[in-house]
C-alpha cells in the first residue's frame, strides 16, 4: 500500500486496477462523507478504523461484479437520488428519454411546454390530433420499480394525477419510500400491468417493462445478474410484458392519450408492428443517444 496507511490516498491505492477510479471515488465520498475538492486536496485525511473496514469489504464487492448503485443503495436519475435495492432495476440513462418524451406528451404550461391546453382546435405540432381533455391530465406508470418514471413526472409536473403499479410488494415500497423523501404524491397499487387499473383511463400510459429475451447472453453481463431478473426478461422473445401491455392500453386510455414504453435496441419493428395491430395512430419509435431504437408509442384516436 505504499505507506499511505488508512487514508484516503491509501483507499485510492488500494483500489488501483481493482475497481474504476471514479467508483473508488464514489465510495470514498458516500462513506467517508468528504467532498470530491477534499479528497484532492487533503488526500492524507485519515479514515477511522470503521470506514476503513466497510470501504474495503464495499471495494471486494465492486470488484466482484455488485454494481456501484445497489453498494451505495442510491443512485441519481434526472438530478435527483433514488433509493435502490437489489429488488428494483438500477435507473439506465435510456429511461430519461422516456421521461423527456412522456413531458413532451403532457399538453400543460407547468411542464415546461408553454402549449395552450385542450380546447378545439388545438393541436400538437407532432399530431394532427386534438390534445387529451382530461383536467388534470391523468398519467399511469407500468412496472414502476424504484418510481423514478412517476415520480420524475410528477415533480416535473405536477398537474398531473399520477398513478404507478408494480407487480413486485418490495419495489413498490422501495417507490413509495423515493416518493415520499423526493415530496411526490403518487397512487401506489400492487398488482400486473393493468389489473389494479380496473375501469381506469388515463391520458398517459408509460412503462419500461422487462424485455430482455430469457436466456439472452448480456443478462451474465455488467452486473445484470444482480438485478432482480423480472424486472428484466419477458419469455424467449423478450416481448411478452409489450405484449401484454400494447393489447390491454386501448381499453385504459382516454381518446388522445398516449402510450409510450421503452425496449430493446431490435425490437422497434415488433413494437410498432404491435401498436399498428390494436389499433394505435401516429405510431413511432424513438432512438437513444446511442442511434438504437429504444422508446415507441402510439395514440389512441
Ligand atoms: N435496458 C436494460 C438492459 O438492457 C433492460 C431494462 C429492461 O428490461 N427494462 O440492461
Redesign the pocket.
Known amino acids: 500500500m505504499r505507506g499511505e496507511g488508512k487514508t484516503v490516498a491509501g483507499f485510492l491505492a488500494l483500489a488501483r486496477g481493482k475497481i474504476d477510479r471514479l467508483d473508488a471515488r464514489l465510495l470514498l465520498q458516500d462513506i467517508s462523507g468528504l467532498t470530491h475538492t477534499r479528497l484532492i486536496a487533503e488526500p492524507q485525511t485519515a479514515l477511522s478504523p470503521e470506514r476503513w473496514q466497510t470501504l474495503a469489504s464495499l471495494l471486494e464487492r465492486r470488484a466482484a461484479g455488485e454494481p456501484l448503485a445497489y453498494l451505495l443503495g442510491h443512485t441519481e436519475f434526472r438530478g435527483r437520488r433514488f433509493i435502490v435495492t437489489p429488488d428494483v ?1 438500477i435507473p ?1 440513462p ?1 429511461t430519461e428519454e422516456l421521461v423527456e418524451l412522456a413531458l413532451e406528451k403532457f399538453p400543460l404550461p407547468a411542464c415546461g411546454h408553454p402549449l395552450p391546453f385542450a380546447g378545439e382546435g388545438n393541436t400538437l405540432p407532432f399530431s394532427p390530433f386534438p390534445l387529451p381533455r382530461s383536467m388534470p391530465p391523468r398519467c399511469v406508470d407500468l412496472g414502476t420499480g424504484s418510481g423514478i418514471i412517476a415520480i420524475s413526472l410528477k415533480l416535473e409536473c405536477p398537474q398531473a394525477e399520477m398513478q404507478a403499479v408494480d407487480a413486485s410488494s418490495t419495489a413498490l415500497a422501495v417507490a413509495q419510500e423515493n416518493a415520499r423523501q423526493l415530496g411526490a404524491d403518487i397512487a401506489f397499487h400492487h398488482g400486473s400491468w393493468f389489473e389494479p387499473l380496473a375501469g381506469q383511463t388515463f391520458d398517459l400510459i408509460v412503462a ?5 429475451a430469457a436466456g439472452d447472453p ?1 443478462l451474465q453481463l ?1 452486473g ?1 445478474p444482480h438485478e432482480p431478473q423480472t ?2 426478461v419477458a419469455g424467449a422473445d423478450g416481448l411478452d410484458c409489450l405484449r401484454t401491455i400494447i393489447a390491454d392500453a386501448p381499453a385504459h386510455l382516454n381518446p388522445g392519450g398516449w402510450l409510450l414504453f ?1 425496449h ?1 435496441h431490435d425490437q422497434g419493428d415488433a413494437a410498432r408492428h404491435l401498436l399498428t395491430a390494436a389499433g394505435f395512430e401516429a405510431v413511432f419509435t424513438q432512438t437513444d443517444l446511442a442511434g438504437l431504437d429504444r422508446i415507441s408509442g402510439g395514440l389512441k384516436k
Open positions: 432495476l439506465r435510456e419500461n417493462p422487462p424485455y430482455v448480456h455488467n445484470l424486472a428484466l421503452e430493446g
